[in-house]
T-cell receptor, first 120, second 114 residues
Framework: GAVVSQHPSWVICKSGTSVKIECRSL??????MFWYRQFPKQSLMLMAT?????????EQGVEKDKFLINHASLTLSTLTVTSAHPEDSSFYIC????????????????FGNGTRLTVT | GEDVEQSLFLSVREGDSSVINCTYT??????LYWYKQEPGAGLQLLTY?????DMKQDQRLTVLLNKKDKHLSLRIADTQTGDSAIYFC??????????????FGTGTLLAVQP
């Protein structure tokens, strides 16, 4: 159980275009999802917390107009990288927890397989 | 700060035990987690430990927690080549509720030599 699906796995786009990444919880509902970014050989940095039905909460230093997050349903959150530039090239990973489990809000996060974004 | 530190690299021979260490900062963290990341993939949850526990064993994995020193370790017994990956520890931070977030360590690359 607690499967998180992320799509696409990889995308190459031209500078100036926008890219949408989808994150779905397949077998549980998630009112909150978390978007991380990972640079090569580095750790995961939390970008934002996606909240179903309300605005996302962005971490310090993350441009909310650049990284648009929409959490339209209890099983889907999307991250749109707007007007992408080469410096946005990175590995983006989403995650969610199944709070219906015994640990509730302390349940571990389950991760999607990530999206490799390359901006040329 | 929210720094979670790990050693960057560990090399072991197949069949030996591996010990990956982590130091965290928030003494109020309720749960601490270990994740595994294979190349080009997302993170796979390995195990977790509640902060009032000292040790947890799960098959080949043993987690030790020294809360006084804010030190966490993951021991992998009988390490196999398939265990080669990056291992992240993570601490839970937040005020409870849905926004509890995980802060990840710097990651340890485990290389298992055949």
């Amino acid at each position: 159980g607690a499967v998180v699906s992320q799509h696409p796995s990889w995308v190459i786009c031209k500078s100036g275009t926008s890219v949408k990444i989808e994150c779905r919880s397949l077998d549980f509902q998630a009112t909150t999802m978390f978007w991380y970014r990972q640079f090569p050989k580095q750790s995961l940095m939390l970008m934002a917390t996606s909240n179903e039905g309300s605005k996302a909460t962005y971490e310090q230093g993350v441009e909310k107009d650049k990284f648009l997050i929409n959490h339209a349903s209890l099983t889907l959150s999307t991250l749109t990288v707007t007007s992408a530039h080469p410096e946005d090239s990175s590995f983006y990973i989403c995650s969610a927890r199944d709070v219906s489990q015994v640990l509730g809000y302390n349940s571990p996060l389950h991760f999607g397989n990530g999206t490799r974004l390359t901006v040329t | 700060g929210e720094d979670v530190e790990q050693s960057l690299f560990l090399s072991v021979r197949e069949g030996d035990s591996s010990v990956i260490n982590c130091t965290y900062t928030d003494s109020s963290s309720t749960y601490l987690y270990w994740y595994k990341q294979e190349p080009g993939a997302g993170l796979q949850l390995l195990t977790y430990i509640f902060s009032n526990m000292d040790m947890k064993q799960d098959q080949r994995l043993t987690v030790l927690l020294n809360k006084k020193d804010k030190h966490l370790s993951l021991r992998i017994a009988d390490t196999q080549t398939g265990d080669s990956a990056i291992y992240f520890c993570a601490e839970s931070m937040g005020y409870g509720g849905a926004t509890n977030k995980l802060i990840f360590g710097t990651g340890t690359l485990l290389a298992v030599q055949p």
